[in-house]
C-alpha cells in the first residue's frame, strides 16, 4: 500500500517564501545556510495543522499576527497561501489550496479555498470565496466562520475526511534536550510533542502497543550512544521520567537519570521517537536534528531517518555537511535552499553542483563547506511561474 504523501507544496507571499514551488520526496533535506528560509517552509506547513487543530487566529496569534506572516514587499500588501497535492492511497490524490487576506485593524478573512478530491470512479469537490460556498457540497449548509478553514467542517463528511485527517495528523519538531531531560507532567503519550517534552509517556507508548519498535529504538539509541543498552519509562509519584542503563562491564548495568544524559544522546532519543511514536504521523518534520550530535553518530541518525520513510513522510532541514555527506543520502534527496534579497528559493542542486557529484569531484558536504551548493535557479524560476494556487487540478 502507498504510504502518503504531499507531492508538491505551492507557497505564495508566507514570510520570505514569495512565489515557491517545491516538489518533496518521501524523504526530503532542505539544506542551506541559516537566514535561508528553511525554516519558513516548514513553518507555512506547520501553520495549516495548526489552524486545522485550533483556529486561523490561534495559528496566527502564534506567530505574532498576519503583518508578522504576510511576506513584506513595497506597495500594495499581499494575499498569502498555499497548495498542497496530495497522494493519500493508491486511488486517491487530492489538491488543498486556500488563500488568507488582511482585513481592516489587523484581522483577516480567507479570501478562497478549494479541496478536490479524486477518486477512481469520482471527483469530490469544495470551494468557497469570502466564506461563502461557490461550489457546494451536498447536504451541507453549515455557517464558516472567518477565523476557520472550511476543511475543519467539511471532515465530518466522508468524502474530504482523509485530507483533513492527513494535513492534521502532521508533526513538527524543534526538539530542545532540557525539556526531555525534565521530570514530566502525566501525558497520554500518543504523540510527541514539538520539543519532547511527554518523551517518556512516548516512549511508555511505544513499548506497550509496539514492542519490536521500542527494540528498535533501543539498539539504534545504543549506536548513537555507545554504552546504553536501553532506555525505559519511570514513574516518579506523579511525574514521569526517563532512565538509562549503561553497560559499564559489570554483572549489572548501571542506571542513569535523563538529567545527567548529554545534549546528543536525549536529541537523538527525540528523533526516535518522533519516527517510531505510536499515533504514526502523515509528516514529520524534523529541524536540524544533528545539533548538538556527534559526528561520528550521524550516520545512524540519518539511517533512521531514511527508514523513517517506510513509516511516513520526512521532512529535515539541516545545515550540517555531515549529514549531506552520508551515504544513505542521494541528491534527489536534496532540496538546496538561499535567499536572495530577501526572497527564499529552493529547489534541486544546480547543474553544476549535480556535475560535481556526478564526477565524483566533491561530496555534497564539500560543496556546502566551500559555499558551492546551490539550488538549480533556472528551475526554481520556471516552477515559481506555474505557481497557481487555484489552477487546473493534477495528479501530483
Known amino acids: 500500500m502507498t504510504v502518503p504523501l504531499i507531492g508538491e507544496v505551492q ?4 514570510k520570505s517564501l514569495a512565489e515557491v514551488v517545491v516538489r518533496l520526496n518521501r524523504l526530503t533535506v532542505l539544506v542551506g545556510p541559516n537566514g535561508s528560509g528553511k525554516s519558513n517552509f516548514a513553518d507555512a506547513l506547520r501553520f495549516i495543522a495548526d489552524s486545522l487543530n485550533g483556529t486561523i487566529s490561534l495559528a496566527l496569534k502564534q506567530r505574532g499576527g498576519i503583518a508578522a506572516v504576510r511576506r513584506i514587499s513595497i506597495g ?17 490524490f487530492s489538491d488543498f489550496s486556500f488563500e488568507i487576506a488582511a482585513a481592516k485593524d489587523g484581522n483577516f478573512l480567507v479570501a478562497r479555498e478549494r479541496c478536490v478530491v479524486s477518486r477512481d470512479l469520482r471527483e469530490d469537490v469544495y470551494e ?5 460556498f461557490t461550489t457546494q457540497v451536498p447536504g451541507i449548509r453549515a455557517k464558516i466562520e472567518p477565523d476557520r478553514l472550511a476543511l475543519t467542517i467539511l471532515s465530518a463528511v466522508e468524502d474530504f475526511r482523509p485530507v483533513f485527517d492527513f494535513l492534521s495528523r502532521m508533526r513538527f519538531y524543534s526538539l530542545v534536550p532540557d525539556r526531555i531531560r525534565e521530570i514530566q507532567d502525566p501525558d497520554a503519550g500518543d504523540v510527541l ?20 519498535d521500542y527494540d528498535r529504538v533501543c539498539r ?4 548513537v550512544m555507545p554504552g546504553v543498552s536501553s532506555v525505559e519509562y519511570h514513574s516518579l509519584a506523579q511525574k514521569e521520567t526517563l532512565k538509562f542503563k549503561q553497560d559499564v562491564g559489570s554483572e549489572y548495568p548501571w542506571t542513569f537519570q535523563a538529567l545527567n ?16 511514536q505510536s499515533s504514526t504521523p502523515s509528516l514529520v518534520v524534523v529541524e536540524e536534528p544533528e545539533s548538538t550530535i556527534h559526528p561520528a553518530a550521524i550516520d545512524v541518525l540519518v539511517q533512521v531517518l531514511k527508514d523513517g520513510q517506510h513509516r511516513t513522510q520526512v521532512l529535515v532541514t539541516t545545515h550540517s555537511p555531515d549529514v549531506l555527506d552520508n551515504k544513505a543520502l542521494s541528491d534527489e534527496n536534496i532540496r538546496a535552499v538561499e535567499n536572495q534579497r530577501g526572497r527564499t528559493v529552493i529547489s534541486v542542486m544546480g547543474p553544476t553542483s549535480r556535475e560535481s557529484l556526478k564526477q565524483k ?16 535557479r533556472r528551475q526554481a524560476q520556471l516552477l515559481a511561474e506555474q505557481l497557481d494556487l487555484f489552477g487546473p487540478v493534477t495528479k501530483p
Open 261 to 276: 544524559m548529554s545534549d546528543g544522546t536525549l536529541r537523538a532519543l527525540g528523533v526516535l521517537l518522533a519516527i517510531y
Open 128 to 132: 468557497l470565496h469570502n466564506g461563502e
Open 11 to 14: 507557497i505564495k507571499n508566507y
Open 220 to 223: 539504534l539509541l545504543s549506536k
Open 76 to 92: 500594495h500588501p499581499h494575499n498569502f497561501g498555499v497548495r498542497l497535492k496530495m497522494i493519500l492511497s493508491d486511488s486517491i
Open 193 to 212: 510533542r514539538r520539543d519532547g517534552i511527554n518523551a517518556a509517556a512516548v516512549l511508555r507508548e511505544i513499548r506497550r502497543k509496539a514492542p519490536d
Open 361 to 376: 569531484l566533491y561530496t555534497a558536504g564539500e560543496l556546502m563547506r566551500s559555499g558551492e551548493l546551490e539550488p538549480d
